[in-house]
């Protein structure tokens, strides 16, 4: 019997090292898709991008848009590069794998090989019935005749499962060394993709410089419109923050004393509560405002991109976009105001529940006060002024302590 579990470890070993090869195969191919689908979106953006660039370029104009627009385009093609990075390292760490699991295979094959000839010696040497039945009789007891009866039927049964596992072994090595040949295909593939955009990464940070070279010499027109901007922003922001307040603001009681300041009103209806609710679960989910673009100008305060010591403060964030974009609700809700920046177009302030998304440097406006709105409905058209065709998109919160002007980004859906 110590003979059938020596000849039984080879096999469950092999077994072993197929299932194992199997698994590893579903994981890397997870890892692999995943790495495919970012590098997908990062392709899709670069390309959004590119023709927004191109748009600049035959218009003959260079502005700080088109400047910030090639610096979102080396940062999404440096992010392109790493994740072709992170492909090949998958790719090297597979192919390491499968030329270490073929080793093990070739090796199992021949200790099945060499189990498989003991076995037919044997099955050779007790080849006939009276061989067998010798064998049997020759036991002292009848126990251990029996204990011989079922050695020889699982060296039988086990002479069959030995030959499939060899052809099935073989049918792995072939399977590996096929595929060990596709991956290495795939390598040459990736890293010839990769050389191309690390020249196109060149390019661009050339045409980047070349830009930043041009928009200095027009430091005077800079100051100017980065004065009026700001002025806009102002005034946007007090817009917004009047229109916010007075439709939250009770009236007065009677009797109360003239100009006495009214606090804001902070109680929602069922369906308000339902929809702000709903709004902030899809957190992270909401579409973007417009069908192509590409956020130019972030939330928060950064320096300007051309002019030193001059911090630019957004409230929102800057999507650039194609000329006469429709801009569209990011969730569905009710239009709380639309209102009117003289020089910097309109603006539509829509409501979900404590939150405010605000759509601002719009042409014009296709939604009216108490109108309510779905999900990607458009709320207006894309201005397009010198600057380019530049999406303004803020994100307001009703709170206890008064409005809060929150990051729209984190809020957009990502691919």
Not at 114 to 134: I, V
Not at 243 to 255: D, Q, Y
Not at 321 to 339: D, P, Q
Request: aromatic share 4%; hydrophobic share 35%.
């Amino acid at each position: 019997m110590s003979d059938l579990r020596h000849l039984f470890s080879p096999l469950l070993r092999t077994i072993g090292v197929i299932v194992l090869v199997l698994v590893a195969s579903g994981g890397f191919a997870q890892t692999k898709k995943e790495l495919e689908k970012k590098r997908a979106a990062l392709d899709k953006q670069i390309k959004t991008t590119t023709a927004l660039i191109e748009q600049a370029r035959k218009e003959q104009r260079v502005t700080q848009e088109q400047l910030q627009l090639l610096e979102s385009q080396i940062a999404a093609r440096e992010q392109l590069i790493n994740a072709m990075n992170g492909e090949l390292r998958k790719v090297d760490q597979r192919i390491a794998e499968d030329v270490e699991l073929v080793a093990s295979l070739k090796q199992d094959m021949v200790k099945l090989k060499e189990e498989y000839a003991r076995m037919l010696q044997f099955a050779y040497r007790n080849r006939s019935a009276y061989d067998r039945m010798s064998y049997l009789f020759a036991a002292n007891s009848f126990q251990q005749a029996y204990r011989r009866s079922r050695y020889l039927a699982q060296i039988a049964e086990q002479r069959k499962r030995q030959a499939a596992l060899i052809e099935e072994t073989r049918s792995t090595i072939d399977a590996r060394l096929a595929g060990l040949q596709v991956q290495r295909e795939e390598k040459t593939k990736l890293m010839s993709e990769q050389q191309a955009e690390r020249q196109r990464l060149s390019s661009d940070r050339n045409g980047q410089q070349s830009a930043l070279t041009n928009l200095k010499k027009e430091e005077g027109r800079l100051r100017e419109t980065q004065k009026k901007q700001e002025s806009q922003r102002k005034e946007l922001d007090a817009a917004i923050r009047k229109a916010i307040e007075a439709e939250l603001k009770p009236k007065a009681k009677p009797g109360a004393k003239p100009g006495a300041p009214a606090k804001l009103d902070l109680s929602m209806t069922p369906e308000a509560k339902e929809l702000n609710t709903d709004f902030e679960k899809n957190k992270g989910k909401l579409p973007w405002p417009v069908e192509k673009g590409v956020i130019t100008s972030r939330f928060g305060k950064q320096p300007h991109p051309v002019l030193p010591g001059i911090t630019i403060e957004n409230n929102g964030i800057d999507i650039t976009t194609e000329k006469n974009a429709s801009v569209r609700a990011l969730f569905r809700g009710e239009v709380s105001s639309v209102i009117v920046i003289p020089g910097a177009g309109k603006a539509v302030i829509v409501s979900h529940g404590a939150y405010r998304t605000v759509y601002s440097n719009l042409r014009d406006v296709t939604v009216a006060k108490g109108q309510k709105v779905e999900t990607k409905q458009n709320v207006g058209t894309v201005l397009t002024d010198e600057n380019g065709s530049v999406a303004h998109v803020e994100l307001w919160k009703i709170t206890a302590d008064g409005l809060v002007k929150v990051d729209p980004g984190p809020w957009l859906f990502r691919d």
